[in-house]
């Protein structure tokens, strides 16, 4: 479909005379002055705003400073003459896209129109582009669709676009940080910084340096001034991880920032004011430590305006299939292995694990076992050894000779017969591994 053009002259004649030169490449549509144009671009969407500068009433640039403020805004070019071209240049600084000056000359005015449509189109496509890298960016280690997945999404989704401080609790290993990715990319933050820092890591003094940093001379080694994590993070998100560990005087100097937005680097006495967003995490009680005296009650407060919990694999067990599918192909491209796909069988094994370590768990037993693989199918066989079952009752591994041998042979062809050849199922009820009873298939040749 051709672009939409609105042509904008208090001269009738120029007007008509325009869209009816034009009317074959788009499709054009007229107002008599600057409030008539207004409304029409309120109640529908245009490519492109073909405008006279000077103009009775809602003068040129008073339009311009209306079209800025629409949700769909199109591409505006003037027409002015040569008296009024700074006026036309202070039109390009609220956004216009070009002027031409009169007389118009049509071949350089549909130039200057395809060129204003093309520079449009590369627009909208990078929109389109960093909109889905958000979204990637935002949904990295938050694979599935199981409830309780669901409602930490909706709530992450519903605070992402606020100022709120955020408390993200859960497990280790859940995917707290994932959270904290998906707020960020999801908030008007998005293409400022989004900085990270684990409170555990770091010994009291130097966090306290990491976080606010720290002057010339502030201690021993402070050979120059160094910028924190809250300077670096000016206008994005500051995400810190196991904030349960913050120290006492870490958690007096956060607690001033997230009331006065402000601090001092270690040594200094310089107040520095900066717009960070917070979003904390932990995998502690925070409220028996404010109990036991560990946690500041106010701090505490002050971090949980809002509080999401990242459920445990174990609550999500649906999503393991989708998350090992993920992480297969996120991992057969970064190592890359040509692994594609795993069995049923596999898959049923890696589902019956308790995952005490939850994604993050799952997240390298995949890598292990695409990195470990020997062909383009993951099988049992892949499985790390730390998922095999408990193999202390099972017969001899080494046994290939002799009665024993013979005992093993017919015992593991048995449990198959049993189980319809279900090797799962057998594995079971033989008492040993999956990849030990693979072993044995491949030995005896079953």
């Known amino acids: 479909m051709s672009a939409s053009l609105l042509i904008v002259d208090d001269d009738k004649l120029t007007r008509d005379t325009l869209a009816d030169a034009l009317a074959d490449d788009y499709r054009t549509y007229t107002a008599a002055n600057g409030a008539a144009a207004l409304s029409m671009l309120q109640a529908g ?28 805004r199109p591409e505006v070019i003037f027409i002015t003459g040569h008296a009024t071209v700074e006026s036309a240049v202070e039109a390009m600084k ?13 071949d350089r005015l549909c130039m200057l129109l395809q060129k204003t449509l093309e ?40 605070v992402a676009d606020t100022d709120a401080s955020v408390l ?78 913050l120290p006492a005087a870490a958690q007096v100097k956060l607690l001033r920032f997230l009331q006065e937005k402000a601090f001092e680097r270690v040594g200094g006495n310089k107040t520095y004011k900066v717009d960070v967003r917070i979003v904390a995490a932990t995998n502690r009680n925070l409220r028996d430590l404010v ?9 505490y407060y002050r971090l949980r305006v809002v509080s999401i919990l990242a459920p445990p694999l174990r609550e999500r067990n649906e999503d393991i299939d ?13 190592h890359s292995r040509p ?24 997240m390298h037993c995949v890598e292990s076992m695409v990195v470990m693989a020997r062909g383009y199918t993951l099988t049992p066989a892949d499985l790390p050894e730390y998922l095999v079952f408990d193999e202390a009752s099972g017969p001899p591994a080494n046994a290939d000779s002799g009665i024993m041998a013979q005992m093993e042979r017919q015992a593991i062809a048995d449990a198959l017969r049993q189980t319809n050849g279900n090797k799962v199922e057998a594995a079971r009820l033989l008492g040993i591994g999956l990849r030990t009873l693979y072993r044995k298939i491949d030995k005896w040749r079953l």
Request: hydrophobic content about 40%.
């Open 45 to 72: 969407d245009f490519d492109i705003v073909l405008s006279d500068l000077m103009m009775p009433g809602l003068s040129g640039l008073e339009l311009m400073e209306k079209i800025s403020q629409l949700a769909n």
């Open 94 to 106: 609220l956004g216009a896209a070009d002027y031409i000056t009169k007389p118009v000359r049509l």
């Open 119 to 158: 520079t449009r189109r590369l627009r909208e496509e990078n929109t389109r582009l960093k909109s889905r890298i958000r979204e990637d960016n935002a949904r990295v280690g938050l694979v599935g669709a199981s409830p309780v997945l669901m409602k930490a999404l909706d709530h992450a989704r519903q």
């Open 168 to 245: 993200i609790e859960g497990e280790s290993g859940t995917g707290k940080e994932a959270i904290a990715n998906f707020i960020h990319y999801q908030s008007h933050r998005c293409a400022a910084p989004f900085i990270k820092v684990n409170c555990a890591a770091f010994a009291e003094g130097l966090l306290e340096s990491e976080l606010f940093g720290h002057e010339r001379g502030a201690f021993t080694g402070a050979v120059a001034t160094k910028k924190g994590r809250f300077e670096l993070a000016d206008g994005g998100t500051l995400f810190l991880d196991e904030v349960g560990d």
């Open 291 to 299: 109990r036991d005296g560990a946690f500041r009650e106010d701090l």
């Open 322 to 334: 989708p998350l090992v599918r993920h992480f297969l192909r996120h991992f057969g491209d970064i």
């Open 339 to 362: 692994v594609v796909a795993i069995t049923n069988e596999a898959l049923t094994a890696i589902k019956t694990h308790a995952w005490p370590g939850n994604v993050r768990e799952l």
